[in-house]
């Protein structure tokens, strides 16, 4: 059995992904919801605002194309009970809401 990662699309509340995500850097992670930083990738809380983490992304799978899968296999590894989101799908998804709200 050979086994790889492909990225799947799937319909999601954004608002539900803003709450529930841990945003992974290289040694620690972030809270989405309220942009505490340090957190560990072990957290299944955050430890500033208390939400639950439902989510995963990183920035850097999004940045360095060629350690994508590396990263992501590493992150899913760490966190099988988290659903791992593509950070630049999410950014860009978020920033037109921005936009939206601002402009609405
Ligand atoms: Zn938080």
């Known amino acids: 059995m050979s086994k790889s990662y ?3 699309y799937k319909e999601f509340d954004i608002t539900d992904v803003e709450k529930h995500l841990l945003i992974m850097g290289d040694l620690k992670a972030d809270c989405s919801a309220c942009r505490a930083l340090g957190i560990s990738f072990d957290a299944h809380a955050c430890p ?11 920035r850097r799978a999004d940045q360095h194309e060629g350690e994508r899968f590396r990263i992501v ?11 791992f989101i593509d950070y630049g799908d ?7 809401k921005k ?5 609405g």
């Open 6 to 8: 492909l990225r799947i």
């Open 48 to 58: 500033e605002c208390g939400v639950q983490f439902k989510y995963l992304s990183s």
């Open 73 to 83: 296999k590493r992150a899913q590894e760490q966190r099988p009970d988290l659903t």
């Open 90 to 96: 999410y950014h860009k998804v978020v920033g037109k």
């Open 99 to 103: 936009a939206r709200d601002f402009f």
